[in-house]
């Protein structure tokens, strides 16, 4: 089996590398597209999958970094590199305010970080001198490091699978550590954590601010493919749906969020070029998995393979 | 005259819910290495008393005092660091995680790399002999993969006493470790507890009578919040008033 899962793995990273060549620049935006969309989904699912945080905030991050690179780079000429940056910063800087969020939980951690997304959204469209409004802020150059610029969509997907497989690297470290074991930890029992000598308040808050990071990092990914940022990045409908892709595909799974992203992006794609009513279809796809496949995609395939391996044996 | 600074000095403690005082100005002291068993019938605040020890309640009256620290309003978490350990009446381990885990995550509660967060908890030094150790002693060394959901209720309460026991406490509260076994399944966890050395100061619910009066160096009885009477356990089984609230006769 883990056999089988290494071949997997290389399989799927092969793919990923060859995909710009066997493929033109429409499904290589939208591939890239699914692992900027992926990032953000498993930053969600730091939360959720693993702490059992439902966060409805997860826009705010991604769209206040990816607006600060835009307004930096646009409005003010600091270079691309030096925007970025800041971009991530900005957006860890509302994840260090919004982690106070942590000292609710369930419904009441739901509706508070709800609250706080609006407050970024309303910011976004209605603060119109700064953040340009229903419009945002357009002519947003394209990536580039030391003086090479990764204009062309296949340079820039390359740029994006690189950030995205490192962080990958890294969120698989960090959830097997001891950090990662307490967070589910905290997740089944916060009295028994407390009993043992953890913190649970702690714990929450720098997990918060660690997937504020990751969803700030997507942000920029997201202004340099894009171009332009508006409010609508910042909306409810985006932190909705990287907690529904991150179910969608498996929570508390690696690669689930990826293969989640895939599904409602592809979806979303091909459902509306031929019915209007591609969110009526999105509906059903997620009442769908929460009923009949609540762990997600990943979690069927578990179940499925594991049966199977059962039965042979 | 200062006797020997006791393992646990409460003094007083009170507890109200509402209008209800669960716990009533009970005052106990545990000495270092005694084994002191708690009973009495359902709804005396035996459990409530825990809680305050513990730290899951905060008291509304009183002093709590262990190992010489005064206690009474130190967070939960940083009275384990100290060295209270404890079970819980209703099992209260992970679900969704597999024995070894569960080991770990106690493991690593009072442990100085609790916020590594590149390796892996089997990468720490001590933390992989630890667990063996104390997965051995509660018997659960061949279930260590094993999820939990597929350990019997027998096997879970061991689990439940290896979770308090990872880090050797200096103190280990016992809320009805037997409850719900089977006869055989309460002698083999009876026994383990026994076999606890006495560097480990235990207090202990238990409602089985022959059970708390096997293991207790005191019984201290509790009734209605209030504590009525403490002594050996041939004190206690003769006591009248004990008998009185025990088992209905005067």
């Known amino acids: 089996m883990t056999n089988l899962k290494k071949v997997l793995a290389l399989a799927a990273l092969g793919l990923m590398l060859a995909w710009p060549f066997i493929t033109g620049d429409y499904l290589t935006g939208l591939m890239t597209q699914i692992l900027i969309f992926g990032l953000l989904a498993l930053s969600a699912d730091l939360l959720l999958g693993h702490a059992g945080l439902f966060s409805l905030c997860h826009a705010s991050f991604f769209s206040v970094a990816a607006y600060t690179a835009a ?23 509302l994840g260090l305010i919004f982690g106070l969020s942590v000292r609710t939980r369930g419904v009441y951690f739901i509706l508070v970080t709800l609250a706080m997304g609006y407050v ?19 002519g947003v150059a394209a990536f580039s490091l030391f003086g090479f610029s990764f204009s062309s969509p296949k340079s820039y997907y390359f740029v994006v699978l690189f950030v995205v497989s490192a962080l990958i690297a890294v969120y698989a470290h960090l959830t097997a550590s001891p950090f990662g074991l307490a967070l589910r930890g905290i997740k089944s029992s916060e009295p028994r954590m407390r ?9 929450l808050y720098v997990a918060f601010v660690i997937s504020s990071v990751m969803a700030s990092i997507a942000g920029v990914l997201y202004v340099y493919f894009n171009k332009f940022v508006n409010p609508v990045s910042a909306s409810l409908h985006v932190s909705v749906d990287s907690v529904l892709m991150a179910i969608v595909g498996g929570s508390g799974s690696l690669f689930g969020s990826f293969i989640g992203s895939a599904i409602v992006l592809w979806l979303r794609n091909w459902v509306s070029t031929f ?19 609540p762990g997600g995609l990943m979690g069927w395939v578990h179940k499925v393979t594991s049966k199977s391996s059962r039965e042979m044996s | 005259m200062m006797g020997p600074q006791p393992a646990l000095e409460v003094r007083h403690v009170t507890k109200d819910f509402g209008g209800l005082r669960a716990v009533d100005s009970v005052s106990l002291t545990v000495a270092v290495g005694e084994r002191r068993v ?10 409530s008393l825990f809680h305050c020890i513990s730290g899951a309640h905060t008291i509304s009256g009183g002093e709590i005092h262990c190992f010489g620290n005064l206690i009474s309003h130190m967070p939960e978490y ?4 100290i060295g209270i350990g404890r079970t819980f009446q209703i099992s209260s381990v992970f679900l969704g995680l597999t024995v070894l885990e569960n080991i770990q995550i106690a ?36 279930r260590s993969q094993r999820q939990l959901s597929s350990l019997s209720y027998g096997e879970r309460r061991q689990l439940e006493l290896g979770l308090a026991l990872v880090n050797r406490p200096k103190l280990l509260l016992l809320d009805e470790p037997c409850a719900g076994l089977s006869p055989a399944e309460r002698q ?7 076999e606890l050395p006495r560097t480990i100061t235990i207090v202990m619910i238990e409602h089985d009578m022959d059970v708390a009066l096997g293991l207790a160096d005191q019984v201290t009885v509790l009734h209605r919040g209030r504590k009525i009477v403490e002594g050996s356990a041939d004190q206690i089984k003769e006591d009248p008033q004990v008998r009185e609230v025990y088992f209905g006769e005067v």
């Open chain 1, 120 to 138: 970024v959204w309303g910011i976004g469209y209605r603060w119109a001198s700064f953040t340009g409004g229903d419009s945002g802020v357009t």
């Open chain 1, 71 to 93: 307004i930096l780079q646009v409005r003010y000429q600091v270079p691309v590199e030096v925007s970025a940056i800041c971009g991530v910063l900005s957006g860890t800087l």
């Open chain 2, 78 to 81: 940083e009275r384990a660091a």
């Open chain 2, 38 to 47: 708690l009973i009495g019938p359902n709804g005396a605040g035996k459990t």
């Open chain 2, 188 to 194: 083999r966890l009876f026994s383990l507890i026994k």
């Open chain 1, 195 to 203: 009993s043992l000598g953890f913190n649970p308040a702690k714990h």
């Open chain 1, 275 to 293: 019915i209007e009513l591609h969110l009526a279809v999105m509906g059903l796809v997620f009442i769908a998995v929460v009923l009949w496949a």
């Open chain 2, 107 to 142: 493991a690593l509660g009072t442990h100085e790399r609790k916020w590594d967060l590149w390796r892996r908890p089997d990468q720490i030094t001590g933390i992989d002999g630890l667990c063996r150790k104390v997965l051995e002693e509660v018997g659960l060394l061949d």
